[in-house]
T-cell receptor, first 117, second 110 residues
């Protein structure tokens, strides 16, 4: 149980285009999902917290107009990288916190590797 | 916010050896998790352990919340244990946001 999927797993796009990444909780409902970014050989940095039915909360330094987050349902959150540039190339990982759990464990998706040419 | 520090940053072992990875955190926690990141980038949940001791096969973990540290033990290491091990924690007033340490890169040689 507690499986999180991401799609696509890998995407290559041209500079200036927008890319949408989906994060789904497959066997549980998630009131809260999180989006992280990871650079090579580095740790995970939280970008934003996504709550179902409300606006995402972005971490300091993360451009909300650049990284659009929509948490449309209890099982789906999307991250759209708008007008992507090469510096947006990175590994993006989502996580989900199950609804109704008595504890705070988070479960992670397999990640999406974005390359902007 | 909470600070999470892991040590050592790198660790090289021979197959069959035991190891201890450490995670120090700067504040009280209501979530502490250990992960193994595989070569494809997937974070695999090892332990949810804000306090106490847990064991799962060759792996075990102990968190001493009052002293603000957690330890991950790997016994009889195998080459498949290689990878990056992350500790991540959430402090009380953080809206469940996990803060990650920088990780320990474990290499197990045959």
């Amino acid at each position: 149980g507690a499986v999180v999927s991401q799609h696509p797993s890998r995407v290559i796009c041209k500079s200036g285009t927008s890319v949408k990444i989906e994060c789904r909780s497959l066997d549980f409902q998630a009131t809260t999902m999180f989006w992280y970014r990871q650079f090579p050989k580095k740790s995970l940095m939280l970008m934003a917290t996504s709550n179902e039915g409300s606006k995402a909360t972005y971490e300091q330094g993360v451009e909300k107009d650049k990284f659009l987050i929509n948490h449309a349902s209890l099982t789906l959150s999307t991250l759209t990288v708008t007008s992507a540039h090469p510096e947006d190339s990175s590994f993006y990982i989502c996580s989900a916190r199950p609804r109704g759990f008595s504890y705070n464990e988070q479960f992670f998706g397999p990640g999406t590797r974005l390359t902007v040419l | 916010g909470i600070q999470v520090e892991q040590s050592p940053p790198d660790l090289i072992l021979q197959e069959g050896a035991n190891s201890t990875l450490r995670c120090n955190f700067s504040d009280s926690v209501n979530n502490l998790q250990w992960f193994h990141q595989n070569p494809w980038g997937q974070l695999i949940n090892l332990f949810y352990i804000p306090s106490g001791t847990k064991q799962n096969g060759r792996l075990s973990a102990t968190t001493v919340a009052t002293e603000r540290y957690s330890l991950l033990y790997i016994s009889s290491s195998q080459t498949t244990d290689s990878g990056v091990y992350f500790c991540a924690a959430t402090s009380g007033g953080s809206n469940y946001k996990l803060t990650f340490g920088k990780g320990t890169l474990l290499t197990v040689n045959p």
